[in-house]
Structures are given as structure tokens and as C-alpha cells.
């Protein structure tokens, strides 16, 4: 019998209710964060693409030379996912659940990292 009885439960049971709380708040708020870190990198990594494209435009490569097409669905998907990053962010900063927040959180930085692995992809293409 490793239960606690009473009282003494009842405050196990609020502490340990309160670490949960911590947690779901901090995960969150660590979510919310990364959005800008995400954003700043997909920025820089687009930067980068433009300059590939500007040099390899210049090496008078037609345009539906099968590496400038993938490149191009690359970009394409890339940028989508941030699009429903972007949109799964706003939906979980409207909701009131958190667990449902933390949720939406984890699965838009996952859509942000496929996407800058999709943008790479598309700079990796151009060289």
C-alpha cells in the first residue's frame, strides 16, 4: 500500500496537478517562442535561395531544366507549410484549451522544420 490517504493525498494530488499545469504553460510558451525563431531562419534560408536563383538565372539554364523544377516544388512546399504553420498558430493562440494550444504548437514547428528542410532542399537544387 504505497498510497497515500487523506490528506496527505490531497496534497500529493495538488502538487503533483500544479507540476502538470508548469509544464503544459512552459511547453506553450516555449511553442509561442519558437515561431520567431522559425520565422527569422525560413527568412534567411529564402534570402539564400534568391541568391542561388539569381546566380544560376544568370548561367542561362531554361527554365524547365528538371533540377530548376524540383527547386521549384520544393519552394512551392515549403512554402505551403509555413502558410499552415502560420494558420495552425492562429488557431491555437484563439483556443482556450491548452492542452489543445500545446497541441497545435508541436505540430506547426514540425510543418516549420519540414518546411526549412524543403527550402534547403531547393538551395542544395540550385547549386
Do not use: C, W
Amino acid at each position: 500500500d504505497t498510497v497515500p490517504a487523506g490528506r496527505e493525498y490531497d496534497r500529493l494530488r495538488k502538487r503533483t496537478d500544479r507540476m502538470i499545469d508548469d509544464r503544459l504553460i512552459l511547453s506553450t510558451e516555449l511553442g509561442q517562442r519558437l515561431e520567431y525563431i522559425t520565422r527569422q531562419e525560413y527568412k534567411l534560408a529564402a534570402d539564400s535561395l534568391k541568391r542561388t536563383q539569381a546566380m544560376v538565372a544568370g548561367s542561362g539554364l531554361p527554365p524547365d531544366e528538371p533540377l530548376l523544377v524540383m527547386a521549384a516544388r520544393a519552394k512551392g512546399d515549403a512554402d505551403a507549410r509555413v502558410d499552415a504553420a502560420r494558420d495552425m498558430r492562429k488557431k491555437a493562440d484563439r483556443s482556450e484549451d491548452i492542452l489543445l494550444r500545446d497541441s497545435l504548437f508541436r505540430q506547426a514547428y514540425t510543418l516549420e522544420l519540414q518546411a526549412l528542410k524543403d527550402v534547403d532542399q531547393a538551395i542544395t537544387l540550385h547549386n
